[in-house]
């Protein structure tokens, strides 16, 4: 139960796909995550690469609005097959065929081109994503965006209150006051 606290819902998801291009990339992150698709419907573990776009290209003709700090994911199987994602993207940054014994980690940070499509949702077409369409080769490195580490800790805590229970509203109003 919420007990009387106000909660602000906000609109979650929208954004404005950028436009198809060639883009410099950083990359800004991997996780491992379980995915569950039709095929494996007790999930696979893939990586998800975060980039942010380098280039700083207006976001439609006549806008200020720039490409520069836009983010866009990347899935990758654990595999570096011939048409691994995982094999293309070490390649690109590297520039060497990568091996089995590749460090997913050790990528973070580098530089990596990448043509961005615009694709429409298969559930409603009239959504519109970004997906990577190819990997390659950085020819001219770009300023490098701030790195933002993950391992934040946040330490909280709290303790009880007593609330009355002849006029919980007004210990509730007390509550929100201090605050």
Do not use: H
């Amino acid at each position: 139960m919420l007990n009387g606290i106000k909660v602000t819902i906000k609109a979650g998801g929208d954004f404005d796909p950028v436009p198809a291009d060639k883009y410099t990339l950083q990359i800004m992150d991997v996780e491992l995550k379980n995915m569950v698709d039709a095929w494996n419907p007790d999930g696979i573990d893939k990586l998800n690469y975060k980039f942010a776009i380098l280039d700083d290209n207006p976001m439609a003709p006549g806008s200020k609005e720039s490409t520069r700090g836009k983010y866009i994911w990347q899935k990758c199987g654990l595999s570096v097959g011939a048409k691994s994602w995982l094999k293309k993207l070490a390649f690109a940054v590297n520039g060497v065929e990568p091996n089995i014994n590749i460090d997913p980690e050790s990528l973070v940070g580098k530089q990596v081109g990448a043509f961005i499509v615009e694709a429409p949702s298969k559930k409603d077409p009239s959504i519109i994503y970004n997906n990577i369409s190819a990997f390659v080769k950085v020819t001219k490195p770009l300023p490098e965006l701030e790195m933002k580490s993950n391992n934040v800790v946040v330490e909280k805590s709290s303790t009880g209150v007593d609330i009355p229970e002849d006029d919980p509203e007004a210990a509730i109003k007390k509550l929100n006051e201090e605050k």
